[in-house]
């Protein structure tokens, strides 16, 4: 108990003094912190250049409240319980191997330090993102999941920051399912890992922003304006019960597994779940909701 207790102190104490150097030292370009900014802004300017909906207005429908969920979620989460806890969670996995006689490295399939860098990053992508797409899957298969996943969708009027509009539990889920097919490629750095995560926040926010885009023929590849918004549709196509498009940067699951729908643009289609009228509309009650009553 007293290792775990260790673990639990010094990943606080670690990134505590990681995000005061995320915050200090702007001259590197993996900085997570003005990383989100920047690529917040961009794709904010391209939403006012070139507004989908031109009706909606600049600061939508609770364009500050997902603000302060981009920077909740990204950073302050971290802070408060989910290092700790995926370090703890972590540790508890290996011990529990160990009592096996294994560690992680004797589940290494291969390191893609022996591969090209552009080949082993290649890898890490497509592995993440598979198994993103499967997890999100499960978010909206699974009623207890689908009570937390709720929280994203209650977005009525969509743009870039919405993207990280979501329920605290949603990343221990998708870390715990990530946790064992990345150590199984192994060898990555944190730059890598700022490449992929980079990429993936721009397709992200622009997926989620006021933009009528579809890439044209790269739409079967990657995850777009136009494909996403029917995810966040209201009303399901007949023939689904869970949703549609669960992609995160790539489209191109959804057409192999048959889950893609695009029947038109959707621009102006209503977005949220049934029932979202009485969903709460503040981020504390937001946080809660899966834990009410009358979601047991």
Avoid: C
Avoid at 239 to 257: A, E, K, M
Avoid at 259 to 271: A, F, K, M, W
């Amino acid at each position: 108990m007293e290792k775990y207790l260790d673990v639990i102190k010094n990943s606080y104490a670690d990134y505590w003094n990681y995000l005061k150097q995320e915050l200090i030292h702007i001259n590197h370009w993996d900085n997570y912190f003005y990383g989100l900014i920047f690529i917040s802004f961009a794709v904010w300017i391209l939403e006012i250049a070139f507004p989908w909906r031109k009706e909606q207005s600049i600061f939508r429908k609770d364009f500050w409240l997902d603000t302060f969920y981009m920077f909740f979620n990204f950073f302050l989460l971290n802070l408060i319980i989910l290092i700790a806890l995926s370090n703890t969670a972590a540790e508890i996995f290996n011990d529990l191997l160990s009592v096996f006689g294994i560690s992680l490295s004797d589940l290494q399939l291969f390191d893609v330090d022996n591969l090209p860098k552009w080949a082993g990053l290649f890898i890490f992508f497509l592995v993440s993102d598979f198994i993103q797409w499967n997890t999100h899957r499960l978010l909206h298969a699974i009623p207890f999941l689908w009570n937390f996943h709720k929280v994203h969708h209650s977005v009525k009027e969509m743009g870039f920051a919405a993207h990280l509009r979501y329920h605290w539990m949603e990343p221990v889920v998708y870390k715990s399912l990530l946790y064992i097919p990345i150590a199984i490629i192994g060898g990555f750095d944190a730059q890598d890992v700022a490449i992929v995560h980079f990429f993936a926040i721009a397709i992200g926010h622009l997926n989620h922003a006021n933009l009528g885009w579809d890439y044209g023929p790269l739409k079967y590849i990657l995850n777009n304006p136009k494909m996403h918004i029917w995810h966040h549709a209201k009303e399901l196509p007949k023939h689904v019960r869970h949703g549609v498009n669960f992609g995160l940067t790539l489209s191109l699951w959804d057409y192999i597994f048959k889950t893609n729908h695009v029947p038109h643009s959707g621009r102006n289609i209503e977005l949220g779940f049934e029932g979202d009228e009485h969903f709460p509309k503040d981020f504390i009650n937001q946080e809660l909701y899966p834990l009410s009553k009358k979601n047991k």
